[in-house]
């Protein structure tokens, strides 16, 4: 069944009801690199509960969904999305105040674009998500997702595509940081809710087109946050107020990510490629504000 473009743009949820604690913070610090230097005394509060527990902007990425009652959800009745097919597109999330080391949440969501690009180019589906203090009702960050639907394109929806992506300065990068990932690390950040079989199991990968599992695209992005945390922002996560990207290419667990850095006054640009082979770009398009 195709995407029916009127259903899917009518879908929706308000009130979800989410919570995490400590150890979802921490469990997703350590799945997109934090600590891999057991002494370092600048990333141990992103993981160690006694040491002023701090929490990594891009864990709203992975905040439970949540559940809303059946009378504030609209769930697309007639669209039928080939999940097996599905990788991420972009992120862009923009924080109203920090996140605290646990709570209790309610968010409302929206589709907010669907873009055909052809029979066999897949289609584009933006999503929005609002995420509140379910007693203070103060917002904590909005998040505009997007997917790209590999299997789902041609379905007679509208071309074009979401808003163009921020441009990457021309000049050399202000600063280079290179992030490793681990052989086993989609394993770690699956834990964290994304237990796709594309990033652990290959036979599941090769049967959608890749040699190997591949790194989840969120993992990538947390490690691009942790770079921005390490080198332009003293370890602050209050200093981040927006962080977006384009997901590019997958890379592979165990690869290098090479961060390029970029500082215009309170505006980074970044991209990330891949050590491991020379010329793929990873992540593109990034932007992060800092207050």
Known sequence: MAIDYDDMMGSGATGLAARYDEKDVMLYALGVGFMRDPLDMNELPFVYENAGLKVAPTFASVINRGEAPPERQRMPQKSNINFMMVVDGERRITFHKPLPPRAELLADERTTGIYDKGKDKGAVIVQERVVRDAVTGEKYFTMVSSIFARGD????GPEGSAPE?????ARAPDKIVECPTRPDQAFLYALSGDRNPLHRDPAFAKMVGFERPILHGLCSYGTACRAILS?????????????????????FPGETLVMEIWADGSTLSFRAGVKER?????????LCVLG
């Open 278 to 286: 020379p010329g793929i770009v990873a992540l593109n398009n990034g």
């Open 153 to 156: 394109g041609g379905f007679g």
């Open 231 to 251: 080198s332009m922002a003293n370890y602050d996560p209050a200093r981040i107020r927006q962080f977006d990207v384009r997901f590019s290419k997958p890379i």
């Open 165 to 169: 992506p921020h441009a990457i300065p």
